[in-house]
């Protein structure tokens, strides 16, 4: 291909495809590799939470702007990703829990999240499903969720309709040169003037390309769902530990989930189950909601979340690259990611961010070649 | 708690029967896990509790089911009855669900025989109550002594057609028609295939000569184009198919005041586990569908693992249990409870009749397995995928909104999110992609996830105390 | 023996599989299909197709895999 693109976008889930869809709407030319097809991996499986209440302090403003882009979609993305916005609740079940929920509430609004203590009274007010043993619960009206299989299928449409070269079944190997960027792919090179590393846990071994140490940790999600259920709840429920994410979908299936851990290896990209980890995750869910007891369990899987040493995101320039620019590990990345991809748009086209990005210096680990790339 | 042993079998059929008392007779601690409450499988079904007095055991089945469940009650195999086996971990932690809750256990060898289920390939009606599958009415007529209604319509392909019509008669039931995708030039080249098994060619005769006694209409290379429902009663409409299942032109006719159709187009090999596994797969289109890749003793391509029986390939009970055995044997050897020379010796008559067997069910094979015509044929506004109503008109817009592989179509339309687990329409589906990606291996199969069938929460979470659960380090805030 | 099936009597045997029970008695309907609300009913009664899958005592369970007992409730509620 001799084609020089304005931008190029290493992975195809929701962090690169956002940012590929922004730069081309805003008149760049956009390829978009990806090695499987897009949106299939952590951004298709993900448990689609868009809450405040896990959010971390630092991330709310971010989250809250980000919120408001998914009840919207249809305005920005064009397309449908099944979102509901509904309350939330966190609950808390013990004395511990209540402690650590009312200090983390209180912070979580400060930052500017409508986060308020009701009583186990209220929170069954508002959530007729939940069992009696609730002590408190955080309420927040920002809440809800997307169903992240639907992700795929909209970011497709949209990256399409704005004329991103979608280069899907394309495994990148490695960045030849820089300025302008020849990246190595098993379809042969692209070449781009600038690049984004969007390849979610594997952003540690993309930086590397460029000679750039960035140590990512590796987590290894589970989920379930049941099959579809009579509606048994009607809000988003967390609990204090942020051991339990738990939803109902219009159509009647119950994702549950909270990072309860799998198995898995990124470098052989195999993840799977660990049986007692599920038992523990869904006695949580039956603990909050009772009679999804009745349910059955259709499925279950795994995704790899990358994790920056400091929990926060890794979005901005690469150190000593000029026009190279990362987009990940960002927690609880499905629901920020709109916005933190605007706003590295943003920075790419030369602007100023409306608010800060995570640069890594803070991260990188020094070298064996202290001297950067020119 | 987590009960250890040499060997785990899931899957109590022939092949999985077999193979547990071939790996006990070796001197392996070896356990045998089914759903069910007896063990035989499907093909060797055990009558319902209070029908064992009033089995006849001219029955070919129902004796060697009988001679089955006696072998294992006289061995050393542990069978372990009723668990629905969930999960399958590292080598090989196999984690169940029963009525006593969650039970799980471990062994470093693992045999697969989960057997297959049948296929039917969908047409305008297929989903109508009182439409079931021609294994389903066996199961009836067979282990509940029932008939599946009192007007019966018997469709599809391969021999079982002809042996739930002659029992539907048999029992005084009315078989309106038999609507055989074969055309009688392929059912002669079977029969000449089968030349030397007496037996199966004596039981087809006895069968076929009884339906041609009661008068009974067979209609060769039919099928249904589609049933309707009015007043309680159905209507099935028929016409001609050619040699690969497509629609022929020609007259449609109608069977009217049925209540009940058994419809069957083939089987199609279970292979969860092993591909939960991680072993490798092939398409074998012949032999039903994707199969493990094995070697001649059953030997996946993941250490410890084997397979055996319909759940690798279709080739009948006879082959199942051999292949059995085999796999038994060979996780026996791999243990080191058998010597070298013995299990050649043993392995050796086995290993014979597995090829002597495999050519004659190749003719059977032929006649159950996925007819493309058929498949194209399927109606836009049919409904595909039972769990969801997925239509063709809804799958063949997902391919043009560029889904490439089955997965991506799941995700597009959730065919295959059901309770079956895309066990329904797998098949069908890999079909219809492959109409557009080329082949079955570029249209993918469904990715591999527990658990292997639905479990209820209430069994998977049992009892437990809330100040039990983990509490891990919080976040940073 | 008798089962409840939304509070209606039926009749069974002993050791009989609930689904062919609720065949027997005329009850081939068993649910419906979640998006177009069309009747189900049991189709391959060997722990496949979850078509059977109705509540028994409270608990969902599938028809096919399940033994009739005395007093059995049975609640045929539909789609979800």
Redesign the interface.
């Known amino acids: 291909m001799t084609t020089t693109f304005d931008l190029i976008v290493v992975g195809g889930g929701i962090n690169g495809a956002s940012v590929a869809l922004f730069c081309a709407r805003a008149g760049m030319r956009v390829a978009l590799i990806e090695r499987d097809q897009i949106c299939r991996g952590a951004s298709g499986v993900n448990a689609g939470t868009l809450t405040l209440q896990m959010t971390r302090v630092a991330l709310i403003p971010y989250a809250l702007e980000a919120h408001a882009m998914w009840a919207n979609a249809p305005e920005w993305l064009g397309h449908d990703v099944g979102v509901v916005v509904c309350d939330g609740l966190s609950l808390a079940f013990t004395e511990g829990e209540e402690e650590l929920l009312t200090y983390r509430a209180a912070r979580r609004r400060e930052a500017g999240a409508p986060i308020e203590i009701i009583t186990g009274t209220e929170a069954q007010g508002i959530e007729p499903g939940l069992g009696a043993s609730v002590r408190v619960a955080g309420w927040c009206p920002i809440d809800g969720f997307a169903n992240a299989y639907l992700t795929g299928l909209a970011y497709r449409r949209a990256l399409v309709e704005a004329g991103v070269a979608l280069l899907e079944r394309t495994m990148a190997r490695g960045v030849d040169e820089t300025q302008p960027f020849v990246v190595n792919t098993d379809r042969g090179p692209i070449r781009g003037r600038r690049l984004v590393i969007a390849g979610g846990v594997w952003i540690e071994p993309m930086l590397a390309w460029l000679g750039v140490k960035l140590p990512i940790k590796v987590l290894i999600n589970q989920l379930s769902v049941t099959e579809r259920v009579a509606p048994v709840m009607r809000t988003q429920v967390g609990i204090a530990s942020g051991l339990l994410s738990l939803k109902q979908y219009p159509h009647g299936t119950v994702v549950i989930g909270g990072g309860w851990q799998g198995w898995g290896n990124r470098e052989t990209g195999r993840s799977g189950i660990v049986p007692d980890s599920i038992i523990g995750n869904v006695r949580l869910a039956c603990h909050a909601i009772p009679a999804l007891a009745e349910a059955r369990l259709a499925r279950s899987w795994t995704g790899f979340e990358a994790e920056t040493a400091d929990v926060l995101p890794a979005v901005g320039p690469v150190p000593g690259i000029p026009e190279a620019y990362v987009c990940g590990s960002i927690h609880s990345g499905y629901t920020s990611a709109p916005y933190i991809a605007k706003l590295l748009a943003q920075c790419i086209l030369g602007q100023e961010p409306e608010r800060l990005l995570f640069p890594i210096d803070r991260l990188l680990l020094q070298s064996a070649s202290a001297a950067t790339v020119s | 708690m987590v009960v250890e042993t040499d060997l785990v079998v899931v899957g109590a059929g022939p092949a999985g029967t077999s193979a547990a008392l071939a790996a006990a007779n070796a001197g392996l601690g070896v356990i045998l896990i089914d759903e069910a409450r007896e063990a035989g499988g499907q093909v060797y079904r055990a009558p319902a509790r209070t029908l064992t007095a009033a089995i006849k055991t001219r029955d070919r089945d129902a004796a060697a089911g009988v001679r089955l469940r006696a072998a294992l009650d006289r061995s050393s195999v542990r069978f372990e009855r009723g668990l629905r086996v969930w999960s399958i971990g590292e080598r090989f932690r196999t984690d169940t669900v029963g009525p006593e809750g969650v039970r799980t256990f471990k062994a470093p060898r693992l045999i697969a025989a989960g057997g297959a289920f049948e296929r039917t390939v969908p047409f305008p009606g297929w989903t109508l109550p009182g439409v079931m599958g021609l294994a389903a009415a066996t199961i009836l007529l067979k282990s509940e002594a029932m008939l599946p209604g009192r007007r019966v319509v018997i469709a599809g392909c391969g021999p079982l057609l002809a042996a739930v019509a002659a029992k539907v008669s048999g029992g005084g039931g009315d078989v309106a028609a038999v609507i055989d995708m074969a055309s009688r030039r392929q059912w002669a080249s079977v029969m000449l295939q089968l030349a030397t098994r007496f037996n199966l060619l004596r039981e087809g005769a006895g069968w076929v000569l009884g339906l041609a006694r009661r008068r009974v209409p067979i209609h060769f290379a039919s099928t249904i184009r589609r049933i309707d429902e009015a007043d309680g009663l159905l209507s099935v409409e028929i016409g001609p198919v050619d040699g690969k299942g497509r629609a022929r032109p020609g007259r449609s006719s109608l069977i009217n005041d049925v209540d009940a159709v058994a419809v069957g187009h083939g089987l199609v090999p279970g292979v969860e586990i092993t591909r939960l596994a991680g072993a490798a797969h092939t398409y074998d289109r012949l032999r039903g569908g994707w199969v493990p890749v094995l070697d001649a003793m059953g030997r996946t391509t993941i250490e410890g693992l084997y397979a055996a029986g319909d759940g690798c390939g279709i080739r009948g009970a006879l082959s199942a249990a051999t292949a059995g055995t085999l796999a038994g044997l060979a996780a026996a050897g791999d243990a080191g409870a058998l010597d070298p020379d013995t299990l050649a010796s043993k392995s050796e008559p086995q290993l014979k009749e597995a090829v002597r067997l495999d050519r004659f069910s190749a003719a059977v094979s032929e006649l159950l397995a996925l007819r493309p015509g058929q498949v194209a044929d399927i109606a836009p506004d049919t409904v595909v995928c039972r769990c969801e109503d997925v239509r063709r008109a809804d799958i063949d817009a997902a391919i043009a909104d560029g889904a490439a592989d089955v997965n991506q179509l799941k995700h597009f339309t959730r065919c295959g999110m059901g309770p079956c687990q895309g066990r329904m329409c797998g098949d069908v589906v890999g079909e219809l992609v492959a109409l557009h990606a080329g082949s079955r291996e570029a249209a993918g199969a469904w990715t591999p996830r527990p658990p292997l069938r639905p479990v209820p929460l209430a069994d998977l979470i049992g009892s437990y105390s809330y100040n039990d659960m983990p509490i891990p380090k919080p976040v940073p805030l | 023996m008798q089962l409840i099936v939304d509070g209606r009597t039926i009749a069974a045997?002993?050791?009989?599989?609930l689904a062919?029970a609720l065949?027997?008695a005329g009850l081939?309907?068993?649910r419906t299909?979640?998006?177009?609300g069309?009747?189900?009913?049991?189709?391959?009664?060997?722990?496949?197709?979850?078509?059977c899958?109705i509540f028994v005592d409270?608990?969902?369970?599938q028809a096919c895999?399940v033994?009739v007992r005395d007093g059995m409730h049975l609640e045929l509620?539909g789609?979800?």
């Open positions: 045997h002993d050791g009989e599989m062919a065949m027997a081939w309907r068993l299909s979640p998006r177009k069309t009747g189900r009913g049991a189709f391959c009664l060997m722990g496949v197709c979850q078509e899958a409270g608990r969902l369970q895999s033994e509620r789609a979800p």
